[in-house]
């Protein structure tokens, strides 16, 4: 039995069923819609829920995980005896990680004798879905607390996020696009493409006009990284409430570059914490390729 687990966050946006069964446990981001909050639960029907509201106009805000959700989250897991692994999405997105690294300072002090390893992954949803998933799979196979650290550290900027957006206004309700500019860009149906970089920051380094110029723009960019193992690994297309839009993507993907001709293709829901700066109909494209390049 190995002596140690690997733990998350809810903003992996994997199933809740899957972490379960793979005993991966989560510390769940925080929402609120209408002063109400909620946790994200890594559920289809929370995902669902928010894409409902969202679609009717309502606004998202997220929260970071206080220092005290984190410590009673480690907390709990140090009385399974076994030392953890934690990886979060990356640091230049979430203001929590700051929050994470506290509460470790007051439970390392506490727990003096165990392991726990903070991963800052430069990750974020479909990415840091991957990224986990592989963690996961090569812990099961029974490699070691050091060399999985080793390995994750030396490998994790080898995934890669594409992301695109369909409407300005979340993220100028985010607070990330001015209200000019986020009125400009819908009159000229411009669409953001985004990427996370080498720091673990969203960038937007592109623009196109309209959807199909976006994804197809958004597709020929994978040309730079996409590697000889991609199609040995899950590839995500990862959608907010339309699989089907994801599902239309594949073949595309397919026949732009046949090296992906049998890779195993899944379609990813965006959880609530990343749906709600980025809004219904936001499209990504994530895949375990070479290196980062802009």
């Known amino acids: 039995m190995s002596n140690y687990l690997i733990a998350t966050a809810s903003t992996c946006d994997i199933d809740a069923s899957w ?4 005993d991966v446990p989560f510390v769940s981001y925080s929402f609120s819609i209408d002063g109400q909050e909620y946790q994200d639960d890594c559920t289809s029907a929370t995902r669902n829920f928010v894409y ?16 005290f959700g984190y410590y009673n989250f480690f907390s709990k897991l140090l009385m399974r005896g076994k030392d953890i692994i ?10 929590s990680v700051s929050n994470c690294e506290k509460a470790l300072e007051q439970i390392r002090s506490e727990y003096p004798e165990r392991r726990i390893y903070f991963m800052d992954s430069y990750c974020i949803t479909a990415g840091l879905n991957l990224f986990v998933r592989e963690l996961v799979r090569r812990h099961e ?3 070691s607390y050091g060399d999985l650290i080793a390995w994750g550290e030396a490998h994790k900027l080898e995934y890669i996020h594409r992301f695109m957006v369909e409407d300005l206004t979340w993220l100028r309700k985010g607070g990330r696009l001015s209200n000019a500019s986020a009125l ?14 080498c720091e673990g920051k969203l960038i937007a380094f592109e623009q196109a006009h309209g959807r199909r110029r976006a994804i197809k723009r958004m597709l020929e960019e994978a040309s730079k990284d996409l590697a000889p193992y991609t199609a040995d690994e899950p590839v995500l297309i990862e959608t907010a409430d339309d699989p089907e839009d994801g599902e239309k993507l594949i073949p595309v993907v397919k ?3 046949p090296q992906l001709a049998k ?5 990813l829901a965006v959880g609530p914490t990343i749906c709600a700066h980025v809004g219904p109909d936001f499209l990504a494209f994530a895949y375990h390729g070479t290196k980062r390049i802009l």
């Open 263 to 267: 890779a195993d293709f899944e379609i």
């Open 86 to 95: 934690y990886v979060d999405m990356s640091r230049a997105i979430s203001s």
């Open 184 to 197: 400009l860009g819908t009159i000229l149906a411009i669409k953001p493409e985004l990427y996370v970089d």
């Open 255 to 257: 026949e732009m570059y």
């Open 141 to 143: 196979a029974g490699t």
């Open 19 to 22: 972490l379960a069964c793979h």
């Open 52 to 67: 409902k509201e969202m679609r009717a106009g309502k606004m998202v805000h997220t929260s970071a995980i206080s220092v």
